[in-house]
């Protein structure tokens, strides 16, 4: 314990010390114990990483934890383990908030995010793996109807859903689809920056919370002065953020985020609920002229348990949609989406029918993940 402390010690003082230095994005050398962890995960096709004090390493494969065999960890051993990915800033930035976002490469293993964050007052560390190539939307089993929201030349899309549902990857492969298909000008406002885009068709800049610029609303004001043609931005939080990205999908821009809801009327109502009632009315007008689709989706354990497809929810912003939304009659929309196939709706529960129906998913698994079994049930007796 006390070569620990010491070792601890040393590390924090030379992230204190090194206030000029660049970062790499890399695991250090030195980290071998987490390499190997890295490196199991990989074997394992894990999607996450676990790391808190008092227990064995986990790994999170197809939706269920998994522990490492070995000895519990100490607080000791994960701030071991975790500070030297930091950059001076980073460690500032988690002894003033208790909690960090970053993303690190780790040589040939892969391209890792990670939130570094205390409980119990022990420092504690969840991992994500990600994809070393990006994924396509066929990779991801996604439907053609988001192939056609690459062609879209403005408007506002969103993906929506729980932590861990795979909204960055549907977001990542449709910056992919644009990449190939559009030149244009992409740019992205992330914490952190997950994928990594190469230029082809388009020019893609990436623009990481924290270390180019100080916050989500600071980056899209100035976006918009540099000529974009598509914006993604990582999460939309604030009023700020929201109401500057409905005015750029007004005004010409193709903007793709994310939002923490279970369906797509959910999404509508979200937005809504962060501006103050005086401003609602104007929001409300402003959202049924800008969006174009809203996407809820969930991730289910196939029939043999070795991989997840995506349920989807799909809205798409047809006129009768734009006119519910603008008249405040949001709990009619889920009848837009049951009758809107031919425009490229559909309900979670239609998409969970399908998938029974094509032995990809159990029947149980289905209703498991319905938020309407009573329709869900009637979909699958047809």
């Not at 047809?318 to 009659?329: E, H, K, M, P």
């Not at 490229?344 to 159990?362: C, F, H, V, Y």
């Amino acid at each position: 314990m006390a070569d620990y402390q010491r070792e601890l010690n040393q590390i924090v003082a030379e992230l204190n010390r090194a206030s000029s230095r660049e970062t790499t994005g890399k695991v250090p050398s030195s980290s071998a114990a987490l390499s190997e962890l890295l490196e199991l995960a990989v074997q394992q096709d894990s999607s996450d990483i676990l790391l808190v004090s008092g227990a064995p390493a986990a790994l999170r494969r197809r939706g269920k934890m998994c522990v490492v065999p070995g000895a519990a960890l100490t607080d000791a051993d994960i701030q071991r383990l975790v500070l030297p990915l930091l950059t001076p800033g980073e460690y500032a930035t988690l002894q003033k908030e208790k909690s960090v976002d970053l993303a690190f490469d780790s040589g040939s293993t892969g391209r890792f995010r990670a939130n570094v964050h205390y409980q119990r007052g022990t420092l504690a560390c969840c991992i994500r793996l990600l994809p070393r190539t990006i994924p396509t939307l066929e990779d991801l089993h996604l439907p053609d109807t988001l192939d056609r929201l690459a062609n879209l030349r403005q408007g506002l899309v969103l993906v929506t859903g729980p932590t861990g549902c795979g909204k960055t990857s549907t977001l990542a492969a449709l910056v992919d689809r644009i990449n190939d298909r559009r030149e244009c000008h992409i740019v992205t406002i992330e914490e952190p920056v997950e994928y990594v885009h190469a230029n082809r068709s388009a020019i893609i800049e990436q623009i990481e919370v924290g270390r180019d610029t100080p916050a989500f609303l600071n980056s899209l004001r100035s976006i918009l002065r540099q000529s974009p043609d598509v914006i993604l931005i990582g999460e939309m939080r604030d009023p700020e953020t929201i109401a500057t990205a409905l005015t750029a999908a007004e005004t010409g821009h193709l903007v793709l985020s994310t939002l923490h809801t279970n369906d797509t009327a959910q999404a509508v109502s979200r937005i809504l609920d962060v501006f103050p009632s005086s401003h609602q009315s104007q929001i409300r007008l402003q959202l049924s002229l800008a969006l174009s689709a809203v996407i809820a989706q969930q991730l289910v354990p196939s029939v043999d348990g070795k991989s997840r497809y995506p349920a989807l929810e799909i809205m798409m912003a047809t006129d009768a949609v734009r006119n519910l939304i603008r008249q405040g009659q949001d709990q009619q929309l889920r009848s837009q989406l049951t009758i809107g196939r031919a425009a490229g709706m559909n309900t979670m529960e239609q998409s969970l029918a399908e998938l029974t129906r094509s032995g990809k998913i159990s029947r149980e698994v289905a209703l498991s993940h319905g938020y309407r079994v009573d329709d869900l049930r009637g979909l699958l007796a047809v």
